[in-house]
Nanobody
Framework: QVQLQESGPGLVKPSQTLSLTCTVS??????????WSWIRQSPGKGLEWMGA???????YYSPSLKSRTSISRDTSKNQFTLQLRSVTPEDTAVYYC????????????????WGQGTQVTVSS
């Protein structure tokens, strides 16, 4: 059973960098064919795919967030990390990490394992 767990600060000030880590257990982030994604959901809105890192290490980003987003991984710890720069209150959301066999989808059904989500609030 694959499990994902998000961790990071729940409160970030405007203009700062949001950093979240997803720790994976029960499976390796280097297992072939999988993409490991970051997805968020703002209040009253649908799921927004932010970016992903492939098992090969290749990264993919949403065009709307590409200029502010970086995703990296630590294979020794079986973790992958999201950094979102220059945050504003509009970045307030529940942030999820998830595993899928494709990237870019906003459909929950395209991911087979999810973290429980972590609330991040951007406020001074």
């Amino acid at each position: 059973q694959v499990q994902l767990q998000e961790s990071g600060p729940g409160l970030v000030k405007p203009s700062q960098t949001l950093s979240l880590t997803c720790t994976v257990s029960g499976g390796s982030i280097t297992t072939k064919a999988y993409y490991w994604s970051w997805i968020r959901q703002s209040p009253g809105k649908g799921l927004e795919w932010m970016g992903a890192i492939h098992y090969s290490g290749t990264t993919y980003y949403s065009p709307s967030l590409k200029s502010r987003t970086s995703i990296s991984r630590d294979t020794s710890k079986n973790q992958f990390t999201l950094q979102l720069r220059s945050v504003t209150p509009e970045d307030t959301a529940v942030y999820y990490c998830a595993r899928g066999i494709r990237f870019g989808s906003h459909d929950r059904n395209d991911y087979d394992y999810w973290g429980q989500g972590t609330q991040v609030t951007v406020s001074s």
